[in-house]
C-alpha cells in the first residue's frame, strides 16, 4: 500500500506549512507456467494521513503472495514527515519501495519537492505513483488528497496564512492480480 502523506500546522501571517508527501508501494510480476499446491498472500493496507497538525503519515502495508516456488513481496511505502510553521524546509523527492520475487520488479515512483523557503512555498509536491496508481491530485490550503490507484501514496497537507492546520492525504492499498492463460 502507498504511504499516508504528512500533515500541516497552523500558519499566520504569511507563514506556510507543508506536510510531505506518502511515498508508493512496490509493484512485482510474476509469471508461471503452472500452478499447483496452496498460496497464502497479504493485501498491504492504505497508509494513513498525518492527523491535523505537524504530524507524518503512517506506512503502507507489504502486499506477499507465496507458496510452492514462488515468494513475491511488493514493500509498501514510507508515510510522508509533518511540516511546522514558517519552517525553511526543502523537501526533497523521496523513492518509492521496492519489490522482490518476481520476474519484473519495480520501485514505486517518485514523490515531487516540495520547497518551503522563507515562509513562501515555492513548488507542491504529489504522492508517489505506482504501474497501477496515479499520485493524489494537487491540493492548495487544505488537507492533502488520497492516493489514487493501487499502492499510491498520499498528497501532504498545506496551510498558507490560515488558522487551520491540515491533515494528509491516505494512501491507497495494494492489489493481487492472478490472470490464468489459457
Known amino acids: 500500500g502507498g504511504g499516508g502523506g504528512g500533515a500541516a500546522a497552523i500558519t499566520v501571517g504569511t507563514n506556510t506549512s507543508h506536510g510531505a508527501c506518502g511515498k508508493s508501494g512496490g509493484y512485482a510480476k510474476k509469471y508461471l507456467s503452472s500452478v ?95 504501474p497501477l496508481g496515479t499520485p493524489a491530485s494537487l491540493t492548495v490550503n487544505a488537507n492533502g488528497a488520497a492516493g489514487k490507484g493501487y499502492g499510491s501514496g498520499g498528497g501532504g497537507g498545506n496551510a498558507y496564512s490560515v488558522a487551520t492546520a491540515r491533515a494528509g492525504g491516505n494512501g491507497a492499498g495494494g492489489i493481487i492480480i492472478v490472470e490464468e492463460l489459457k
Do not use: E, M, R
Not at 514462488?70 to 519489490?99: E, V
Open 36 to 130: 499447483t499446491g496452496t498460496f497464502t498472500y497479504t493485501i498491504g493496507a492504505a497508509g494513513v494521513g498525518g492527523s491535523a497538525g505537524a504530524n507524518a503519515g503512517t506506512a503502507g502495508g507489504n502486499t506477499t503472495f507465496s507458496g510452492i516456488g514462488i515468494s513475491l513481496t511488493a514493500n509498501g511505502g514510507g508515510g510522508g514527515i509533518g511540516d511546522t510553521a514558517g519552517s525553511t524546509t526543502y523537501q526533497l523527492p523521496t523513492d518509492g519501495a521496492d519489490a522482490t520475487g518476481g520476474d519484473i520488479n519495480i520501485s514505486g515512483y517518485p514523490t515531487t519537492a516540495v520547497s518551503i523557503k522563507y515562509g513562501q512555498t515555492l513548488v507542491f509536491g504529489l504522492g508517489g505513483a505506482t
